[in-house]
């Protein structure tokens, strides 16, 4: 086995999940941020996501990788560490470090205990001489570098920030923003950035993506009123809320929503929280790039973007990018 140390919890409190959901369904748009999506139940229910017909992200990132990981791998030195911030069950990763040696130390950061977990398992047999250090916190956190570096060994000069999956997408420009810019301070003056992002393509590509025949995304997505009845003693009645995924085109993303099917009032710890017929709780953002509108949200970060690697169709993009 390697050689892995215990999981650290590094920045996630309690009472958090409480306040962020009554503060977003306070909003007037009401809202709720999507990495709470990651109980048990939703890691089990994205894993099935991405293996859906319809849901070209994951399948076409991963035939990237099947590409050209070995040339990746080529442009990078020896002795990285690498981190891998929201790494869920850590498969992409196994292609990098396949074709890396001596990889200092590989630092998987979640929030959900339940897909760090699963990559643990998955990867810690793959790779018996690498150095894992799970950590278990929120990489949207204001003090997430100072946290994170306290709690791992980093070298502060060359590390990898492995970012796949289009996770930056999650996130409105400003916020993209700030991640990168904490990225960019992770890697160190050295180090590497590498981002997979999903690419702006036909309408319909994208709005089936997030809204199989199979009903799986909408699971998925009425799994978080699940977990607010679980463990924030809710009383959300599933049936009452439907699934939509709608494209934005102003801001060049999708958007899913939860749509109240009446009006009717939902007790939160106490709470009540009142929906009109048809209004909407906005759980997800899945913003899409266009190779130049990236390059200038990077640059925003003091990245530069150096090398890029895509499918044939130009569904989805592997960014390098160093700090500037
Ligand atoms: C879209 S999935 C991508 C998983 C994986 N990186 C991949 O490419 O298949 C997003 C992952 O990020 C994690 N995540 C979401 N928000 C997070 C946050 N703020 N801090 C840490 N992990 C987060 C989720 O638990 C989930 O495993």
Redesign the pocket.
């Not at 950061?109 to 959900?112: K, M, R, V």
């Not at 916190?137 to 956190?141: E, N, P």
């Given at each position: 086995m390697s050689q892995l140390t215990a999981i650290k919890q590094c920045n996630i409190t309690d009472t958090e999940f409480l306040t962020d959901v009554l503060s977003g369904l306070a909003q007037q748009q009401k809202t709720l941020?999507?990495?709470y999506?990651?109980d048990d139940k939703?890691?089990a229910l994205?894993e099935q996501i991405?293996s859906l017909k319809e849901y070209y992200v994951?399948r076409t990132?991963l035939a990237i990788l099947e590409d050209y990981s070995k040339a990746i791998a080529n442009m990078l030195p020896e002795n990285l560490s690498i981190i891998?911030?929201?790494?869920?069950?850590?498969?992409?990763v196994a292609y990098l470090l396949a074709h890396m040696s001596n990889v200092n130390t590989f630092v998987p950061?979640?929030?959900?205990s339940e897909?760090l977990n699963y990559s643990l398992a998955h990867l810690s047999p793959l790779f018996p001489e690498l150095s894992i250090s799970p950590l278990l916190?929120?990489?949207?956190?204001s003090q997430m570098v100072k946290q994170l570096t306290k709690d791992t060994s980093l070298d502060s000069q060359t590390n990898l920030v492995y970012?796949?999956?289009?996770?930056l997408g999650?996130f409105a420009p400003v916020k993209a923003i700030e991640i990168m810019n904490n990225f960019h301070r992770l890697c160190g003056v050295n180090g590497y950035v590498l981002i997979?992002i999903d690419l702006v393509k036909e309408r319909q590509v994208l709005l089936d993506a997030y809204n199989d025949k199979a009903g799986i995304t909408a699971a998925f997505n009425k799994n978080l009123l699940q977990r607010i009845n679980n463990e924030l003693n809710g009383t959300f009645d599933l049936d009452n809320f439907s699934h939509e995924s709608r494209f934005n085109e102003q801001h060049s993303r999708i958007e899913m929503h939860l749509v109240s099917k009446c009006d009717q009032s939902v007790v939160i710890n106490n709470q009540r929280v009142d929906f009109i017929k048809g209004e909407s709780i906005h759980t997800e953002n899945s913003h899409k790039y266009t190779l130049e509108s990236f390059k200038q949200l990077a640059g925003q970060a003091n990245l530069n973007l150096e090398r890029t690697w895509q499918d044939d169709s130009n569904y989805f993009a592997l960014c390098l990018l160093r700090p500037q």
């Open positions: 941020p999507c990495k999506f990651y939703g890691a994205f991405t994951t990132e891998e911030p929201g790494c869920g069950s850590g498969k992409k950061f979640e929030i959900s897909m916190g929120d990489f949207t956190h970012f796949p999956g289009s996770t999650n997979g």
